[in-house]
């Protein structure tokens, strides 16, 4: 079982450039989440989904925008990149359940350099 | 500001020692503290979680304790052993949120 897939697994992109990070998961849960992770200050959230067709903000949304079209998949995209948004992004995901605690499940993470 | 606050943010712990990994909360609404466990190049994987209910959790060498009142918990690692070298993140939620909030991160280093 795949789990969830990340690509690409690292990019280097310049400043003022746009990308998208892609995210898939083949568990068919409901809830999927992009974070960034940087030395000192752990795993940040950046935007959620509770079900396709619904996206929120987290901790860290600016700079950042996401869409859930589907079950399986949640792009992360960086309009205008700046250095800052160096970092490592991870995507999961978890079976959302009402009045349950639930398993996040995270991908192998994308390492993004922004000179 | 951090809603979980972690240390120490590195831990050298021999063979067979104990390592033990604290962190702190303030938002009294959180009520699932999970653990996660991170490998070089990989994501995080759930290692172990507490629900506020009861004081201690243990599965197999991990244990974690929990004081509500303190809002405080902590992961040990009983019998440590290389293969436990990894960064450990504690996180707090929300029961019935999706919303995680983890602290800093410990890296371990079990010597042989």
């Known amino acids: 079982t795949a789990g969830i897939t990340q690509a690409p697994t690292s990019q280097i992109l310049a400043a003022g450039r746009s990308m998208t990070l892609r995210c898939t998961q083949d568990m068919r849960h409901n809830a999927m989440y992009w974070y960034r992770q940087d030395l000192g200050l752990g795993l940040r959230l950046i935007h959620y989904s509770n079900t396709a067709g619904t996206t929120g903000k987290g901790e860290v949304p600016d700079g950042y925008s996401v869409s859930r079209a589907n079950t399986d998949d949640f792009p992360l995209t960086l309009a205008s990149a700046v250095p800052s948004q160096t970092s490592v992004y991870f995507c999961a995901s978890s079976e959302r359940q009402r009045f349950s605690y639930n398993e996040q499940f995270f991908g192998p993470g994308t390492r993004l350099t922004v000179l | 500001q951090q809603q979980v606050k972690q240390s120490p943010q590195s831990l050298i712990v021999q063979k067979g020692g104990i390592s033990i990994i604290n962190c702190a909360y303030e938002?009294?609404?959180?009520?699932?503290f999970p653990w996660y466990q991170q490998f070089p190049g990989k994501g995080p994987a759930l290692l172990i979680a507490?629900?506020?209910?009861?004081s201690e959790k243990k599965e197999g060498r991990f244990t974690i304790s929990f004081n509500k009142s303190a809002k405080q918990f902590s992961l040990h690692i009983m019998d440590s052993q290389p293969g436990d070298s990894a960064t450990y993140f504690c996180a707090a939620s929300e029961y019935n949120f999706n919303k995680f909030y983890f602290g800093s991160g410990t890296k371990l280093n079990v010597k042989p």
């Open positions: 938002n009294t609404a959180f009520d699932y």
């Open positions: 507490i629900r506020p209910d009861v």
